[in-house]
């Protein structure tokens, strides 16, 4: 089973700054199948991230992704009103393919 | 657009089974990988676990011995079955799709529903 950890916990912020997020699994991700989700209250979680560094469609530029084998990082590099939320990591090596614990970036 | 939406009690008693529904509309069912997934409170998401188009189905572990997931192709719909549930259970559960592209593997969620919160109290 591959087991995904995020860090850190809760990202602390002022809009505008930059936001740094970190998810590392247990074991190597073949095709760093690795996507990041943003997640408010009230709504289903949306897909920012695929394949470690592809945007979905519609998703800003100020996302991005990066990263390989076991440690990935997801950056907001300007944070807006709207990004303030719960992020999720999750691979898609294996079916029923697991998610990190999340990370909270909330307003300073 | 691909559409989801779950239905079902937003109360359950404890030792009883948990039923949802996810009516899908904006695409074919066929091909594609049906999920659910849960989040308790204050905690990450759980995938329960999947039912292909054919049927076929996959569960975590965690839950085997007392879930069941179906799918009606003639209604666009797939369902969940939760027994013997306890108050570990509450959660907000969604319905989701995802795919698997044979030479490319599996593909992430795209398409969630909005979620329904299931309380499991007496």
């Known amino acids: 089973e591959i087991v995904l950890t995020q860090s850190p916990g809760t990202l602390s912020l002022s809009p505008g700054e930059r936001a740094t997020l970190s998810c590392r699994a247990s074991?190597?991700?073949?095709?760093?199948?690795l996507a990041w989700y943003q997640h408010k209250p009230g709504q289903a979680p949306r897909l920012l991230i695929y394949?470690?560094?592809s945007r979905a469609i519609g998703i800003p530029d100020r996302f991005s992704g990066s990263g390989s084998g076991t440690d990935f990082t997801l950056t907001i590099s300007r944070l807006e009103p709207e990004d303030f939320a719960v992020y999720y990591c999750?691979?898609?090596?294996?079916?029923?393919?697991?998610f990190g614990p999340g990370t909270k970036v909330d307003i300073k | 657009q691909v559409q989801l939406q779950e239905s079902g009690p937003g109360l359950v008693k404890p030792s009883e089974t948990l039923s949802l529904t996810c009516a899908v509309s904006?695409?074919?069912?066929?091909?594609?990988?049906w999920s659910w997934i849960r989040q308790p409170p204050g905690k990450g998401l759980e995938w329960i676990g999947y039912?292909?188009?054919?049927?076929?189905?996959n569960y975590n572990s965690s839950f085997k011995s007392r879930v069941n997931i179906s799918i009606s192709m003639s209604k666009n719909q797939f369902s969940l079955k939760l027994n013997s549930v306890t108050a570990a259970d509450t959660a907000l559960y969604y319905c989701?799709?995802?795919?698997?592209?044979?030479?490319?593997?599996?593909?992430?969620?795209?398409?969630w529903g909005q979620g329904i919160l299931v309380t499991v109290s007496s």
């Open positions: 989701a799709r995802h795919e698997y592209i044979i030479g490319s593997g599996w593909r992430p969620v795209e398409y």
């Open positions: 904006g695409d074919s069912m066929r091909g594609f990988y």
């Open positions: 039912i292909y188009s054919s049927g076929g189905t």
């Open positions: 074991q190597t991700l073949s095709r760093n199948s």
């Open positions: 394949g470690a560094s």
């Open positions: 999750q691979q898609y090596d294996t079916s029923l393919g697991g």
